[in-house]
């Protein structure tokens, strides 16, 4: 069986500039979250979708959204970038909502200059 | 004051140590991820738990819901267990995931 798949595994973007990201759940998965990784902050949560609806939201601003199509694969989407939002983006699937074992995918290293 | 705190930040041992990585939380949970995380990013899912003892291989995860703290066991360590490991929690309410800074492990041959 397929892992998660996330493209593009690098993206280098300019302040200002908008970016979406991808993310291929392992098959038959129908919840995706999202995480952003960085040295300073950590690992942090930014939203979870399970069949097409977004079930939660961690603390970012309006500039990052996402979504998630009927065949559960999911995008998110980050407008006017700004420097600190270079960090490793994360997605993982899982096979319900709420507590279940997640897969990670390998990440997208955004570089924003 | 963080919601989940690890300890230790760093640790170094030496092959075939028995090692003991910590987390605490301070809110309500439904469960407790670990996650190992390798130089180059890739997260992998080590144990989900919610009530007493799992073990998997030389991993040993518990955790104590009334003391808010579950550890991380590895017996018998080795080089390839170097790594990031990471103490995730599924807060109670909303089910969101808030995650421990990390536990620097190197294991020395």
């Known amino acids: 069986k397929a892992g998660v798949t996330q493209t593009p595994r690098y993206l280098i973007k300019t302040r200002g500039q908008q970016v979406t990201l991808s993310c291929s759940p392992i098959s038959g998965h129908r919840s995706v979250s999202w995480y952003q990784q960085t040295p300073g902050q950590g690992l942090q949560f930014l939203f979870e979708y399970f069949s097409e609806t977004q079930r939660n939201k961690g603390n970012f601003p309006g500039r990052f959204s996402g979504r998630q199509f009927s065949n559960s694969r999911s995008e998110m989407n980050v407008s006017t970038l700004e420097l600190g939002d270079s960090a490793l983006y994360l997605c993982a699937s899982s096979l319900a909502y709420g507590t279940d074992t997640q897969y990670f995918g390998p990440g997208t290293r955004l570089t924003v200059l | 004051k963080n919601e989940v705190e690890q300890s230790p930040q760093n640790l170094t041992a030496q092959e075939g140590e028995f090692i003991t990585i910590n987390c605490s939380y301070s809110?309500?949970?439904?469960?407790l991820h670990w996650l190992q995380q390798h130089p180059g990013g890739g997260i992998v899912s080590l144990f989900m738990l919610s009530s007493g003892k799992k073990k998997h291989g030389r991993l040993i995860a518990t955790i104590n819901i009334q003391e808010k703290h579950s550890s991380l066991h590895i017996t018998a360590s080795h080089p390839r267990d170097s790594a990031v490991y990471i103490c995730a929690v599924v807060m109670e309410y909303g089910n969101k995931l808030v995650f421990g800074a990390g536990t620097i492990l190197r294991v020395k041959s």
């Open positions: 809110v309500g949970i439904s469960a």
